[in-house]
């Protein structure tokens, strides 16, 4: 029902930029919690944003708050996270992720990783020095 795929990432230098796109080609839609998390080698996995697709604000982890910007083209079912400032700490595979809460229930998106329902495939982001 969910197909999420990654696009964008890439090596970049210190201080560069790059930006990633996650597009859902699946078949349910209307809102629903996309997020962007990573994982670099033995390491866990780490939220870094999270966007309510109905309008919510988003969410950022403290590691990129400043630095990278997630937003969305609903007409595309896509949802993008701009990297700017790119630290060789950055340095990840990174995944998107969405959630089709209760909205009942829920009221904002949050960046735990069990919460989320369906991943993507990844896409590799390297920052070198």
């Known amino acids: 029902q969910v197909q999420l795929v990654e696009s964008g990432g890439g090596s970049v230098q210190a201080g560069g930029s790059l930006r990633l796109s996650c597009a859902d080609s699946g078949v349910q839609y209307g809102r629903k919690c996309v997020g962007w998390f990573r994982q670099a080698p033995g390491k866990e996995r780490e939220g870094v944003a999270v966007?309510?697709?109905?309008?919510?604000?988003?969410s950022y982890a403290d590691f990129v708050k400043g630095r990278f910007t997630i937003s969305q083209d609903n007409a595309k079912n896509t949802v993008y996270l701009q990297m700017g400032s790119l630290k060789p700490g950055d340095t990840a595979m990174y995944y998107c992720?969405?959630?089709?809460?209760?909205?009942?229930?829920?009221?904002?998106?949050?960046?735990?990783?069990?919460?989320?329902?369906?991943w993507g495939q990844g896409t590799q982001v390297t920052v070198s020095s």
């Open positions: 992720a969405a959630e089709y809460p209760n909205w009942y229930i829920r009221t904002s998106c949050g960046l735990g990783s069990a919460a989320f329902d369906y």
């Open positions: 966007i309510d697709t109905g309008g919510g604000s988003p």
